[in-house]
């Protein structure tokens, strides 16, 4: 198995289509980039937006917890990548003015220069920023969350080479709830639950990439990924959505497994493709990313592709896990990971994700 990823990693270096996964929280999960690629046979389509009377016979909850950022935000450091990967807790802010309450949020800035901390406040309480190479922005009077990632501070006119490390500023959870909520009500944070509806708007504000002679690859990437997990062994999977990717305006699904680098974990990674995320309008036009400023809803349903991931996985001999049912949503992280040197800005509203279990 072990020679067969990494034939298959070689191949995808030599196509510059290596895709970063960014960290988490937990130094126990899985980081950095997958080494295998296969496009996945019989990808749903698309679902249609989910409505009070498609779902009217079954329970539903929503799965993320404070979604508007009432307990604030932790904020991270780099990582020390000397020492373990090791990083601290610059302090953590509160967007409503005040002090944070135990945030469930962190804000994780990795290989991207300079780190923000509770002290880089904007204009007011809203934003995290530096004024020039990072801005974090959540808005309670609109609900906007605001990512903005100029890598120029990073990587201060050097080109981007093959094994760098990718520039990274992202929100992430660990965990959704405790322990004893999800005992509670595992049905709905099971992979198996009748529906699993994501759904947000999605805006590119502006972006711009300056190329340095000498580049290996310019790739700029906003993801969303989800933690599937089995709590009762070590069985995980990334299993993401890929939003934004500069170098194509729709691809197809991704499926890997984590590796290329000396501390990569060997977990299984699958992401929806852009084809099956957007329904019409994208973030592109005239075969470029086209940041003008109009939102694009989104509502899938990722039970289907939950499926996928889990058939592919048991074909691999990958999941010890016998049923997708034993396979729970615990944790995320969304947000910009981008190798050279681009100035982009996505914001996001009205994010939920929501499971729904029939009635009775």
Request: proline share 6%; glycine share 8%; net charge negative.
């Amino acid at each position: 198995m072990k020679s067969r990823v990494f034939i298959i990693f070689l191949a995808i270096l030599m196509i510059l289509a290596s895709c970063a996964v960014p960290d988490v929280e937990d130094p126990k999960e899985p980081t950095k980039e997958p080494v295998s690629e296969a496009t996945a046979t019989a990808t749903p389509e698309p679902t249609p937006e989910a409505t009070p009377f498609m779902y009217e016979d079954y329970d539903s909850m929503e799965l993320i917890p404070d979604l508007k950022f009432e307990r604030g935000i932790k904020i991270h450091s780099q990582k020390d990548h000397s020492n373990g990967d090791r990083f601290t807790t610059l302090g953590t802010h509160s967007f409503y003015g005040g002090e944070a309450k135990a945030p469930k949020w962190g804000l994780a800035q990795w290989d991207s220069g300079p780190s923000l901390t509770s002290e880089t406040v904007g204009k007011d309480a809203t934003e995290l920023t530096d004024n020039y190479s990072k801005l974090f922005k959540y808005d309670p009077a609109t609900g906007i969350t605001t990512f903005r990632l100029n890598t120029a501070a990073y990587y201060q006119g050097n080109p981007a080479k093959l094994g760098d490390y990718w520039p990274h500023l992202l929100i992430e959870q660990p965990e959704f709830q405790v322990a004893s909520k999800i005992k509670e009500n595992r049905e709905f944070f099971s992979c198996g639950a009748d529906a699993i509806i994501c759904s947000f708007d999605i805006r590119l504000d502006d972006y711009s990439i300056t190329p340095i002679e000498g580049d290996w690859v310019r790739a700029a990437q906003f993801l969303m990924y989800f933690y599937v997990k089995n709590p009762d062994n070590n069985d995980f999977c990334w299993f993401g959505l890929q939003l934004f990717d500069n170098r194509w305006e729709l691809n197809d699904n991704y499926i890997g497994y984590d590796g290329g680098k000396a501390d990569a974990s060997g977990s299984m990674i699958f992401s929806i493709g852009t084809k099956y995320i957007y329904t019409g309008k994208t973030l592109w036009k005239d075969g470029k990313p086209n940041p003008d400023g109009e939102w694009i809803h989104v509502s899938i349903d990722i039970k289907p592709f939950l499926e996928q991931m889990f058939e592919y996985g048991k074909k691999d001999n990958y999941f010890k896990t016998k049923s997708l049912d034993q396979l729970i949503l615990n944790g995320m992280n969304v947000g910009w990971e981008t190798i050279a040197t681009f100035d982009h800005t996505m914001s996001m509203k009205d994010l939920h994700l929501i499971s729904y279990v029939k009635k009775g």
